[in-house]
């Protein structure tokens, strides 16, 4: 070790080496051979004659950025068509000891004609059948100067880029995914700024420190330092604040459902999913309420296809897992490759209230991955960081109507042309007893497991749990592009109580206001209207609150044979919370595609507060 020069974090200094080596001052370390134009191997030196020195000057591929890159390829090459690392690679093994047959030279010679943008000859890969002998040979075909050599093709900047990522991370080259952020494989601000450093170095001229900030991928570096122009983004139309929607897409958890098509059924078949709570979450005090509507396997994630190592999706709250996979899901049945999406303006709008997860982490060893996988935000972030997606990335917490209030923003900013596409949706996961006994004691829930809506025996709600997200576009742009149509969203509205009889509390004239102007927003006359899906609590005070309003707006002018149905989801799977929204919206669209409004569950005497009129 000490015959090396070495920096403050233990790398090579490389030009220091190169100054005592030629100055004759540095300590022998290991001896090699000398090689002659064509590679061949010669006598070893041992009597220090200067033909070293000249082998160093005229063979050494650091010195030669044209031969360097030849190396570089062809190593590159070895790896991934025969699975050999770096330490089992020797550059004057011929390609037949490698098992490399006749159709393995045409394909050096594909790979080096890509790289270099010049044609070659079978001949010229068998003839000069080593690494070494065919960097020697199509070196000065090149160029031998920094000077030839300052703009390399892209295909041998990737080239070059895939080795050394390969190195650095100690896999296979045929590991790296070129459209993979470096991140993902390990490579630290440290790790960037030495790459830059090397590039520098072999392109011989200044390469920025930020480099694999701006550029974080090898497919983005390569096109930049070969000078390759990037697709110019179009310039989106301004959209209008007004305009259609189309829900092009849709998936979903939710208890007693994996998919869309088994919450269909559920919801057709009248199934309440209500259970007492699984033995992996806690076990219930006796003066806890035992009920919730639960998903299963929030404990499992595939973390490697997301491309998330094993060690922070430890760390991540299963809320964001639970968002990757539904929003990758949703995107499918949309018809859409989730990958083609890349550098797109697509937003993400995610509704998230509950932190459950963060009361099991050790408050002893705090690190990055369990603040990032805790993070509100970073729940919306990672599916735009996941897909390269370029839009708006939101999180929404206003309780029960955060997963609503996501696709209502999701809608405007499709309006207001932020977006082309956009994934909106929320989350909820009971995964510890705080929240369930807090409302217990404050007698919220239901004692008995059933959310009874509109029912004269309503007395209190059932908490829930799942997922839901909608795949979101302009109604135009949809109908243009082919896309499966769903739904249409015409219009929405949000707005708040003020100061009324509790922070809490729900309020009459406020929800009178919010339906007549989504009404308004949406161009429908509020007679129109033949289908409600409530917010439904099944509260005493809740109920009549929420129908009553629903009755000022839409009853006025209704002739008696448009009759408006009226129904809660919640009386299926409970209250998703955050995502309590979100379920209800993906009820009406799989009733409006079904043409079928599900049962309302758990209603034997209507509640005597409820106006219903005529």
Same mark, same amino acid.
């Given at each position: 070790?000490? #015959?090396?020069?070495?920096?403050?974090?233990?790398?090579?200094?490389?030009? #220091?080496?190169?100054?005592?080596?030629?100055?004759?001052?540095?300590?022998?370390?290991?001896?090699?051979?000398?090689?002659?134009?064509?590679?061949?191997?010669?006598?070893?030196?041992?009597?220090?004659?200067?033909?070293?020195?000249?082998?160093?000057?005229?063979?050494?591929?650091?010195?030669?950025?044209?031969?360097?890159?030849?190396?570089?390829?062809?190593?590159?090459?070895?790896?991934?068509?025969?699975?050999? @690392?770096?330490?089992?690679?020797?550059?004057?093994?011929?390609?037949?000891?490698?098992?490399?047959?006749?159709?393995?030279?045409?394909?050096?010679?594909?790979?080096?004609?890509?790289?270099?943008?010049?044609?070659?000859?079978?001949?010229?890969? *068998?003839?000069?059948?080593?690494?070494?002998?065919?960097?020697?040979? %199509?070196? $000065?075909?090149?160029?031998?100067?920094?000077?030839?050599?300052?703009?390399?093709?892209?295909?041998?900047?990737?080239?070059?880029?895939?080795?050394?990522?390969?190195?650095?991370?100690?896999? /296979?080259?045929? *590991?790296?995914?070129?459209?993979?952020?470096?991140?993902?494989?390990?490579?630290?601000?440290?790790?960037?700024?030495?790459?830059?450093?090397? %590039?520098?170095?072999?392109?011989?001229?200044?390469?920025?420190?930020?480099?694999?900030?701006?550029?974080?991928?090898?497919?983005?570096?390569?096109?930049?330092?070969?000078?390759?122009? #990037?697709?110019?983004?179009?310039? =989106?139309?301004?959209?209008?604040?007004?305009?259609?929607?189309?829900?092009?897409?849709?998936?979903?958890?939710?208890? @007693?459902?994996?998919?869309?098509?088994?919450?269909? *059924?559920?919801?057709?078949?009248?199934?309440?999913?209500?259970?007492?709570?699984?033995?992996?979450?806690?076990?219930?005090?006796?003066?806890?309420?035992?009920?919730?509507?639960?998903?299963?396997?929030?404990?499992?994630?595939?973390?490697?296809?997301?491309?998330?190592?094993?060690?922070?999706?430890?760390?991540?709250?299963?809320?964001?897992?639970?968002?990757?996979?539904?929003?990758?899901?949703?995107?499918?049945?949309?018809?859409?490759?989730?990958?083609?999406?890349?550098?797109?303006?697509?937003?993400?709008?995610?509704?998230?209230?509950?932190?459950?997860?963060?009361?099991?982490?050790?408050?002893?060893?705090?690190?990055?991955?369990?603040?990032?996988?805790?993070?509100?935000?970073?729940?919306?972030?990672?599916? /735009?960081?996941?897909?390269?997606?370029?839009?708006?990335?939101?999180?929404?917490?206003?309780?029960? !109507?955060?997963?609503?209030?996501?696709?209502?923003?999701?809608?405007? /900013?499709?309006?207001?042309?932020?977006?082309?596409?956009?994934?909106?949706?929320?989350?909820?996961?009971?995964?510890?007893?705080?929240?369930?006994?807090?409302?217990?004691?404050?007698?919220?829930?239901?004692?008995?497991? =059933?959310?009874?809506?509109?029912?004269?025996?309503?007395?209190?709600?059932?908490?829930?749990?799942?997922?839901?997200?909608?795949? %979101?576009?302009?109604?135009?742009?949809?109908?243009?592009?082919?896309?499966?149509?769903?739904?249409?969203?015409?219009? !929405?509205?949000?707005?708040?109580?003020?100061?009324?009889? @509790?922070?809490?509390?729900?309020?009459?004239?406020?929800?009178?206001?919010?339906?007549?102007?989504?009404?308004?927003?949406?161009?429908?006359?509020?007679?129109?209207?033949?289908?409600?899906?409530?917010?439904?609590?099944?509260? $005493?005070?809740?109920?009549?609150?929420?129908?009553?309003?629903?009755?000022?707006?839409?009853? $006025?002018?209704?002739?008696?044979? =448009?009759?408006?149905?009226?129904?809660?989801?919640?009386?299926?799977?409970?209250?998703?919370?955050?995502?309590?929204?979100? #379920?209800?919206?993906?009820?009406?669209?799989?009733?409006?595609?079904?043409?079928?409004?599900? $049962?309302?569950?758990?209603?034997?005497?209507?509640?005597?507060?409820?106006?219903?009129?005529?």
């Amino acid at each position: 070790p000490r #015959a090396f020069p070495l920096t403050s974090s233990g790398k090579v200094q490389r030009r #220091a080496c190169r100054a005592l080596f030629l100055e004759k001052k540095d300590e022998v370390a290991f001896s090699w051979y000398e090689y002659d134009e064509t590679g061949e191997m010669q006598d070893r030196h041992t009597d220090g004659d200067l033909s070293i020195l000249s082998y160093i000057k005229d063979h050494d591929p650091s010195l030669d950025p044209s031969r360097r890159v030849i190396h570089d390829c062809l190593v590159a090459y070895l790896k991934q068509a025969e699975h050999l @690392g770096v330490d089992r690679i020797d550059h004057n093994r011929s390609f037949l000891s490698f098992g490399i047959d006749f159709l393995g030279i045409a394909s050096i010679k594909e790979e080096l004609e890509r790289a270099f943008d010049r044609k070659l000859s079978l001949d010229e890969i *068998q003839r000069f059948d080593t690494i070494n002998k065919l960097a020697a040979h %199509l070196g $000065p075909m090149m160029g031998t100067s920094p000077r030839d050599f300052a703009h390399p093709t892209e295909g041998a900047i990737t080239a070059w880029l895939v080795a050394k990522i390969a190195t650095l991370a100690g896999i /296979s080259p045929k *590991q790296i995914d070129t459209k993979r952020p470096f991140a993902q494989y390990g490579l630290d601000s440290v790790v960037a700024v030495g790459l830059s450093g090397e %590039l520098s170095e072999w392109l011989g001229r200044p390469i920025a420190a930020t480099l694999a900030y701006d550029f974080p991928t090898t497919d983005a570096m390569a096109r930049h330092l070969a000078g390759t122009k #990037a697709p110019v983004p179009t310039t =989106r139309k301004t959209a209008t604040a007004t305009g259609a929607i189309a829900i092009i897409g849709i998936g979903c958890r939710f208890p @007693g459902a994996g998919n869309p098509e088994e919450f269909r *059924q559920n919801l057709k078949n009248g199934v309440d999913a209500i259970g007492r709570v699984p033995e992996s979450r806690w076990t219930p005090t006796e003066d806890s309420v035992p009920w919730g509507g639960f998903i299963e396997d929030v404990d499992r994630f595939d973390p490697l296809f997301f491309g998330i190592s094993p060690r922070e999706a430890k760390s991540m709250d299963p809320q964001q897992r639970l968002l990757l996979e539904v929003g990758w899901e949703a995107l499918e049945n949309a018809g859409i490759a989730p990958d083609s999406l890349a550098g797109s303006q697509s937003g993400v709008f995610i509704g998230i209230s509950s932190h459950d997860y963060a009361r099991y982490l050790p408050d002893a060893s705090p690190h990055l991955y369990a603040e990032t996988g805790n993070a509100f935000s970073i729940a919306a972030s990672r599916l /735009s960081y996941l897909l390269d997606l370029r839009g708006p990335s939101k999180a929404v917490d206003t309780a029960c !109507s955060s997963s609503l209030v996501a696709v209502h923003d999701a809608c405007q /900013s499709l309006r207001l042309g932020e977006s082309d596409l956009a994934l909106a949706g929320g989350v909820n996961l009971m995964l510890s007893p705080g929240a369930t006994e807090s409302f217990t004691a404050a007698q919220m829930l239901s004692p008995d497991g =059933r959310c009874k809506t509109f029912d004269a025996e309503a007395d209190g709600y059932v908490r829930g749990e799942g997922c839901g997200m909608v795949v %979101l576009k302009r109604l135009d742009e949809a109908r243009k592009d082919g896309d499966p149509i769903l739904a249409v969203i015409r219009g !929405s509205a949000i707005n708040q109580d003020g100061r009324t009889n @509790g922070i809490t509390a729900p309020n009459g004239p406020a929800q009178q206001a919010v339906i007549r102007q989504a009404l308004a927003n949406a161009g429908v006359a509020a007679s129109e209207i033949g289908y409600v899906e409530a917010h439904g609590t099944g509260t $005493p005070l809740g109920d009549p609150i929420e129908f009553n309003s629903l009755q000022a707006v839409l009853a $006025p002018g209704r002739s008696p044979d =448009r009759i408006c149905h009226i129904g809660s989801v919640k009386t299926n799977i409970g209250h998703l919370e955050a995502a309590a929204g979100i #379920a209800g919206l993906i009820k009406a669209v799989l009733a409006l595609q079904h043409q079928e409004i599900p $049962p309302h569950l758990h209603l034997e005497t209507l509640n005597p507060q409820l106006e219903t009129g005529n």
